[in-house]
T-cell receptor
Framework: QKEVEQDPGPLSVPEGAIVSLNCTYSNSAFQYFMWYRQYSRKGPELLMYTYSSGNKEDGRFTAQVDKSSKYISLFIRDSQPSDSATYLC???????????FGQGTTLQVKP | NAGVTQTPKFQVLKTGQSMTLQCAQDMNHEYMSWYRQDPGMGLRLIHYSVGAGITDQGEVPNGYNVSRSTTEDFPLRLLSAAPSQTSVYFCATRGGFNQPQHFGDGTRLSIL
């Protein structure tokens, strides 16, 4: 079993839709949670970074962490074609700096 | 501010050839790392460094060497390239321990 599981998709939605991207993790020692966005032929770009359970909002993006169920989510409101990319969840324990990534979910937002 | 710069962007090698992938950063970050990204496998850590003169192995270190003689540079060496090392390689840096990592745009490597 992978330490971080993420459905690779692809996920296709119409412009303006609310998008929900999800990951599960297995190690309760993981304390830091990140979402990265990766456009084709580019490096991962940090979108959201959170430590605690609960919600963190940044513009149209909301990251949600539920440590009790080991579940992390990214919500995108009013999705735009420019949001079309691969979204990677990542986590790490508080003891090491090593990131563990999910496989990434490919999202396409159609005009 | 260039951030994390990786060179070259593309490279084709023959089996058995050697090569060094370059990574340079101008953010004075102590932590640097190398990942490879393969379809269906996500990003996997190859080697990392917590400062000049200190390196350690990640999840998939076999076939790769690293050194860290300066804060700015963290090259990744393939001593004898194999087709299984065909991948996209990313370098990442991090400021403080609780800070997130920032990635370069990658080197696409094909080994024939």
């Amino acid at each position: 079993q992978k330490e971080v599981e993420q459905d690779p998709g692809p996920l296709s939605v119409p412009e303006g839709a609310i998008v929900s991207l999800n990951c599960t993790y297995s190690n309760s020692a993981f304390q830091y949670f990140m979402w990265y966005r990766q456009y084709s032929r580019k490096g991962p770009e940090l979108l959201m970074y959170t430590y605690s359970s609960g919600n963190k909002e940044d513009g149209r993006f909301t990251a949600q962490v539920d440590k009790s169920s080991k579940y992390i989510s990214l919500f995108i409101r009013d999705s735009q074609p420019s949001d079309s990319a691969t979204y990677l969840c990542a986590t790490r324990s508080g003891n090491t700096g090593k990131l563990i990534f999910g496989q990434g979910t490919t999202l396409q937002v159609k005009p | 501010n260039a951030g994390v710069t990786q060179t070259p962007k593309f490279q084709v090698l023959k089996t058995g050839q050697s090569m060094t992938l370059q990574c340079a950063q101008d953010m004075n970050h102590e932590y640097m790392s190398w990942y490879r990204q393969d379809p269906g496998m996500g990003l996997r850590l190859i080697h990392y460094s917590v400062g000049a003169g200190i390196t350690d192995q990640g999840e998939v270190p076999n076939g790769y060497n690293v050194s860290r003689s300066t804060t700015e540079d963290f090259p990744l060496r393939l001593l004898s390239a194999a087709p299984s090392q065909t991948s996209v390689y990313f370098c990442a840096t991090r400021g403080g321990f609780n800070q997130p990592q920032h990635f370069g745009d990658g080197t696409r490597l094909s080994i024939l």
